[in-house]
């Protein structure tokens, strides 16, 4: 395949320029500020901020790659993305930008034939990965988000919009390139659970190799996964993680929304579901951090689970108290069935996630790539994927999300080891 050009600093700060962001004599300071990072999700895209030295006005200058630079980087190989993921993006944050004020960075700029997309800088704020692998917390970040998808969900699929509109919207918006991807990553044998080549520690191989010679849950999970790729529900972000979330006292920024479309619900809500999960079980090979710490990122990290799901289901019987009167055919829906049709697949999203993110190899999330000692990385693995075989196969026994935090607690929790 041709490979898009890859500007550099220097190029980019001429295209700022040329197309109007900044004035022509403006002294730049342009900085990529994706290189470094430890994660793998940093490497999907060039990322440069670009700054006025005099008056301090910045953006950012994203280009958006036909490839996965990770594995380029990593593996020297040439894997091709979604086309249009330029596009993609800019209509994604805009359209959750007019559902959710200012949950999504400001569009200045799009380009698709270059892959380029300038936007607001939202450097103030940092990411929620890495904030919450140094301890800290956001406590209102689990009603927030768990509101802002219900509203996502109900506004952009058929329980508010007519047939032709949903259509149409679903054209607009089509995501399936995007999905073809994270099917493969999540919902196909070639996932971490089910890939016999990908490496685990000791302490993981036998039940790794357990999952991995289990037709019954290979079919679960490729059945979910044929729901995700079919499924045209709602308008969803499609690859909702702390990793992809910028955050600060009372403000977040949802970013890398170029998957954005329309998909299945519960990918959504497990995903990031998933990442709390990921953290939760991280904290099981960080023994240097005193065990009051650990237990209070745990209580944390399972109390932003419980406010993501709970959230979500009052905000759409909220909901449709407000609109049953103007929408007759919400009155043979009952919200808490709604709901419960897609929690589930959510919760095994959610294991499905964490205990894909923890192999050893360079792919890991910065959570579990800070453990350094293979012995506490092996602890990790192995709940992680206790945890996912649990889930998959007893979903339907935790009634609600009470039950599900339970199990992780007992799979993963500090003070049960």
Same mark, same amino acid.
């Given at each position: ?13 001429? =295209? ?13 300071? *342009?900085?990529? *500020? ?34 996965? +630079? ?19 993006? #800019? ?16 569009? %200045?700029?799009?380009? &698709? $034939? ?5 936007? $607001? ?50 054209? *607009?918006?089509?995501?399936? /390139? ?10 196909? $044998? ?11 520690? !000791?302490?993981?191989? &036998? ?21 995700? %790729?079919? /499924? ?37 809500? /497990? ?8 953290? %939760?079980?991280?904290? +099981? ?6 065990? @009051? ?20 289901? $009052? ?7 407000? =609109? ?8 043979? *829906? ?8 897609? =929690? ?34 092996? +602890?990790?693995?192995?709940? #992680?994927?206790?945890? #996912? !075989?649990?889930?998959? &196969?007893?979903?339907? @026994?935790?009634?609600?999300? @009470? ?8 799979? #993963? ?5």
């Amino acid at each position: 395949m041709d490979r898009i050009r890859e500007f550099t600093e220097q190029e980019a700060g001429r =295209y700022v320029k040329q197309h109007g962001l900044f004035l022509a004599d403006a002294e730049l300071d *342009i900085r990529n *500020i994706a290189s470094g990072r430890e994660d793998a999700e940093g490497l999907v895209n060039l990322i440069y901020q670009v700054k006025d030295v005099h008056t301090g006005k910045s953006l950012v200058f994203k280009q958006v790659m036909p490839y996965i +630079l990770s594995l380029l980087k990593h593996e020297g190989v040439i894997r091709p993305t979604a086309k249009g993921r330029t596009t993609q993006e #800019a209509r994604a944050m805009i359209v959750m930008d007019v559902f959710w004020s200012s949950i999504t960075p400001e569009v %200045y700029l799009q380009d &698709e $034939e270059q892959g380029i997309i300038c936007m $607001e800088d939202v450097s103030h704020l940092k990411n929620m990965r890495y904030q919450l692998a140094e301890l800290q917390q956001f406590p209102d970040f689990g009603i927030r988000i768990g509101a802002f998808l219900a509203e996502m969900l109900f506004f952009t699929s058929d329980l508010y919009l007519d047939a032709g509109t949903k259509q149409q919207w679903e054209r *607009i918006f089509n995501a399936q /390139g995007p999905k073809k991807l994270l099917l493969e990553l999540l919902f196909q $044998e070639s996932c971490a659970l089910f890939d016999p080549n990908r490496k685990y520690e !000791e302490a993981a191989r &036998e039940i790794h190799q357990r999952l991995v010679t289990n037709q019954k849950l290979k079919a679960l999970v490729h059945d979910m996964g044929t729901r995700f %790729y079919d /499924g045209r529900q709602c308008f969803c972000h499609t690859d909702l993680h702390t990793g992809n979330i910028m955050i600060g006292p009372g403000e977040i920024r949802l970013i890398d929304c170029e998957y954005g479309g329309y998909s299945a619900f519960f990918q959504d809500l /497990g995903r990031i579901a998933g990442s709390f999960i990921v953290n %939760y079980v991280s904290w +099981l090979g960080m023994p240097e951090v005193p065990d @009051e710490q650990r237990l209070n990122m745990q209580q944390y990290d399972l109390d932003m689970i419980r406010d993501l799901f709970n959230s979500c289901r $009052e905000t759409l019987r909220i909901l449709f108290k407000k =609109y049953r009167p103007k929408r007759p055919t919400l009155r043979k *829906i009952e919200p808490d069935a709604y709901f419960k049709s897609f =929690y589930y697949d959510s919760i095994r999203c959610a294991a499905i996630v964490a205990a894909g993110r923890t192999p050893t190899g360079w792919t890991q999330p910065y959570e579990i790539a800070r453990i350094k000692n293979a012995e506490d990385l092996g +602890l990790v693995q192995k709940r #992680a994927l206790e945890l #996912a !075989e649990y889930t998959l &196969e007893h979903a339907e @026994e935790f009634y609600g999300i @009470e039950d599900f935090c339970n199990l992780i607690h007992c799979c #993963a929790g500090v003070d049960v080891q």
